[in-house]
């Protein structure tokens, strides 16, 4: 129990210092957005195509999800590491000291565990919920699969809305509505491009 | 050797972790019964800050390594108190003729 105390203090403490809570917050919205719409993109292609088979939708769907995914953990991991080594060395000259092995240290490389993670999570989590009807296929008519992904991608999207609504304090349904209109634009013009061939 | 009782140490830390936190972790080292952090100046990333430790038996290195943990360095050692009593600086006439001018 004094070790789970510990551990949780720990834990508060590295995210006070190295405020890694706004950005992960930020990256699960813009990451779990690009996994709604990517997913709906490629549903939309499948269901245009007029793809009946659900093994190849939801492998194709699953091999998107994992590749967004570990994007996510590369690029983030990559691209917070650098940010947060500069930011470490600029601390270096202002505090004229070096922080190697401090908690500063240990923060900001907690800091860029969690941001990878996020971004890898919030892709892969919010285009596998659309992905769901397709392993229903049994029971539900493949037409009926599609309608039901579109409407949970939209669900996702409109949650992710209301997530960010929840930390600008703003109306939650408009704020989730903005999230679903990109989708239903996403829609449009992958119908009035694609109707022609 | 007699016991460190009071330490006055000139510091420049970090904006985070705040004086809060660094003083709750120095007054958590044993040997340490009370301390007092004060703010002396602040820049856009750190801050100088005047520390004062008063406890039975303070050991320096280990006040000092929470400093650097926290990402602070030590400046300046600006008073040390040992003994078993604490003795206060005893004004002179130099420090009264220097306040006069």
New interface residues.
Partial sequence: MNFLYKFTEKLK?YR??S?VDEIARRCFAKNGFDGSLTILGFLIGFYLANVKNPIVIFTTGISTCIAMGISGLWGAYLTERSERISSIR??EK????D?SN???ESAHKFAMIVVAIVDAVAPFVTALFSLIPFQFTKYLDIRTCYYISFALTFTALFMLGVFLGRISKENLFISGMKMVIAGIVSILISVLLLKNF | MSNIRRLVLDV???L???IV?LAKQLADIQGVDGVDVSLVEM????ESVKITCEGEDIIFKEVEAVI??????VHSVDKVSTGSTIIEEVPTHQDTESTLA
Avoid: F, V, Y
Avoid at chain 2, 43 to 46: E, L, N, P, R, T
Avoid at chain 2, 68 to 73: E, F, L, P, V
């Fill in positions: 403490e006070e210092i405020k600029e601390l202002a505090t004229i000291s922080l401090t908690k500063i | 420049l830390k970090p985070s972790p705040s936190d820049d856009a990333k750190s650097i943990d926290n990402g602070g360095s």
